[in-house]
C-alpha cells in the first residue's frame, strides 16, 4: 500500500539527518531495487520478529519484509503559509503525505545553529502548526463562502459539508487543528475531502543528544514536547537522529552491538517506523512457506477480499475463501498440524475482518 508519512521541522532540528539515515537504512532487495524512490521519498522496511518464527516452522526460500515510505518536506520558515521561503511548496508536498512526523529539536549545541537563536520546541512546534492552521482556515474560508450559497438551495450536499465547516472553522481560528475534533462517518468522508494539512495524524519525534538514548524521557526538553503532545492525544518517541544516521552505516554484525554499547535494545528508527506505521492505522498479515514468507500491509478494518486485493486485483476479484492461522496460534503450537488439531485453523470467508498477525492462504477463482 503506497502510504507514506511526511517528515517535517524547522532549519536545524534534524529533519534531514532523520531522513538521510531512513535512506541509508533503505529497503535494498530484489523486490525494492532503490531505496530512495524519488530524490524526497526513502522506502524501509517495517521490523517484525514474527517473519524469522513463521520461517521456523514453515520454511521458506525467501523472507520478504512489508515496508513503509516517508517523504522529506521541504524546511518551512514563519510565513509558509503565505507563500515565504519554500511555503508553497512545503505545504503542497504534506498534502500528498498521509501522516506527519514532526521532528522538533530537544539538545543543546552551541554548533548547531537554531534558525530563531534559541532551543525552545514548543515556539518550534507551535510555528508550524500555526502556519498549517492558517492556510487550512485560508480552504476553509474560500470554501465555505462556495458552499453556502449552494445550502440555501437546500442541496443535500452542500448543507452536509456546510455543517462540517461550522465545525471546522471555530476550531481553526482559535488555533485547534482539525484532527482533534470528533466526526462520525459521513463527516470523516467531508474531511477527507477538503484536504485540510491539520487533520492529517502526527507523530512527534523529540530529536535527543546521543548521551540521551538509553533515557529519551530524562532528556531536557522531552518532557515538555510531551506534555504539549498529549493535549493533542499524539505519541512522542525520542531519537537521536544524528547517532541513527551513524547507526544506518554500520554493517548489520555491528549495528546490535553498537546499539548495547549504548544501552538500548533496539535502533530509534525502527521504533519510529513502527510508530509511524500504525499512525496510519496500518496493520500486517503473513503469507508463509514455499518461494517465500512474506510480511503484507493492509488497513485495519479490512475484509479478507480487500486483504486479498493488496497481493493482487484477482485474488479480490475472484476471492472464494481465506485459510487463516494467527501467529499467535503458530507461535504457540508450533506447527501447522498442531494448530490444526487444537481446532484453530480457519475457514474465513467474505466478510471476514483480516487481524494483525494473521497467517492467510488465499482460495480465488477467476
Known sequence: MALTAGIVGLPNVGKSTLFNAITKAGAEMANY???TIDPNVGMVEVPDHRLQRIDELIPAKKIVHTTFEFTDIAGIVKGASKGEGLGNKFLENIRQVDAIVHVVRAFEDPNVTHVSGKVDPI??????????????????????????KVARTKDKAAVAELAVLQKIKPALEVGQPVRSLEFDEAEEKIVRGLFLLTSKPVLYVANIA???????????????IRDFAAQENAEVIGISAKTEEEIAELPDSDRQDFLEAEGVTESGLDRLIRASYHLLGLATFF???????????????????????????????????AETVSFADLDQYGSMQAVKEAGKYRLEGKDYQVQDGDIIEFRFNV
Open 33 to 35: 531495487p532503490f531505496a
Open 123 to 148: 515556539e518550534d512546534i507551535e510555528t508550524i502548526n500555526l502556519e498549517l492552521g492558517i492556510a487550512d482556515l485560508d480552504s476553509v474560508n474560500k470554501r465555505y463562502a462556495k458552499v453556502e
Open 210 to 224: 546521543e548521551e540521551d538514548m538509553s533515557d529519551p524521557a530524562a532528556a531536557k526538553y522531552y518532557q515538555q
Open 287 to 321: 503469507t508463509a512457506g514455499g518461494p517465500e514468507t512474506r510480511a503484507w500491509t493492509f488497513k485495519q478494518g479490512m475484509t479478507a477480499p480487500q486483504a486479498a486485493g493488496v497481493i493482487h486485483s484477482d485474488f479480490e476479484r475472484g476471492f472464494i475463501k
